[in-house]
Structure formats: structure tokens, C-alpha cells
Nanobody
Framework: QVQLVESGGGLVQAGGSLRLSCAASGSISSIKTMGWYRQAPGKQRELVAATSSGDSANYADSVKGRFTISRDNAKNTVSLQMNSLQPEDTAVYYC?????????????????WGQGTQVTVIS
């Protein structure tokens, strides 16, 4: 059984910073892409940032220059440093990972989600 557990959400004033962390645990062979999505009330879930190896990443245009994703492959963790937060960043943030697991004698890739963590930015 694989789990993604997030931490680090909260309430912050505009211009402030928060750091989100996500740890994957369970019967993991390896992890491909890890990333963060967010969903604001009444909106669709959207990609915030993702990295396949930790060396390169892609970001939503709205967060470029303010958010930084980092990954520790040895610990199966991914973090999102969020600076210069704005009220429009308010959302539930979800950790996501494509994880390779053994199913009997076969390696399979599954898409996993964390439970979500609330980020609220007040002006």
C-alpha cells in the first residue's frame, strides 16, 4: 500500500511564505514524476509544479518566480516552497506522484494523490 502524506499548509498574509512537504511511503520500487496541484473553490484542479527527476521542473505561469519545487529521491519526498503568496493562491494543495510498484512479479505504474492541505492567503 502506497501513501502520500502532506504537511505544511496554513493561513498566511499576502506576501508571506509557506512550505509544503509530501512524503511517499509503502511498497515503492521507484517514483517517476512528483508534483503539486491545487484546487480553489469552484475551479478545476490545476498543476502548480512538477518534477520528474529533481533536476528540472515545470511550473504554472502564475507561480513562476515565486514557487520552487524540490525533491529528495532518497527519501521519496517532494516539497514546494511558496514565496510572495497572494490571495489567488488560496486553494487546497494536493501532492501527486507516479509511482512504480511491484504487483506480483510485474512492475506497474500508478498515479497517487495525497489527501490535500489547505493554503489560505489573506490580504
Amino acid at each position: 500500500q502506497v501513501q502520500l502524506v502532506e504537511s505544511g499548509g496554513g493561513l498566511v498574509q499576502a506576501g508571506g511564505s509557506l512550505r509544503l512537504s509530501c512524503a511517499a511511503s509503502g511498497s515503492i520500487s521507484s517514483i517517476k514524476t512528483m508534483g503539486w496541484y491545487r484546487q480553489a473553490p469552484g475551479k478545476q484542479r490545476e498543476l502548480v509544479a512538477a518534477t520528474s527527476s529533481g533536476d528540472s521542473a515545470n511550473y504554472a505561469d502564475s507561480v513562476k518566480g515565486r514557487f520552487t519545487i524540490s525533491r529528495d529521491n532518497a527519501k521519496n519526498t517532494v516539497s514546494l516552497q511558496m514565496n510572495s503568496l497572494q490571495p489567488e493562491d488560496t486553494a487546497v494543495y494536493y501532492c501527486n506522484a507516479d509511482i512504480i510498484v511491484w504487483v506480483f512479479s510485474t512492475l506497474r505504474t500508478y498515479d497517487y494523490w495525497g489527501q490535500g492541505t489547505q493554503v489560505t492567503v489573506i490580504s
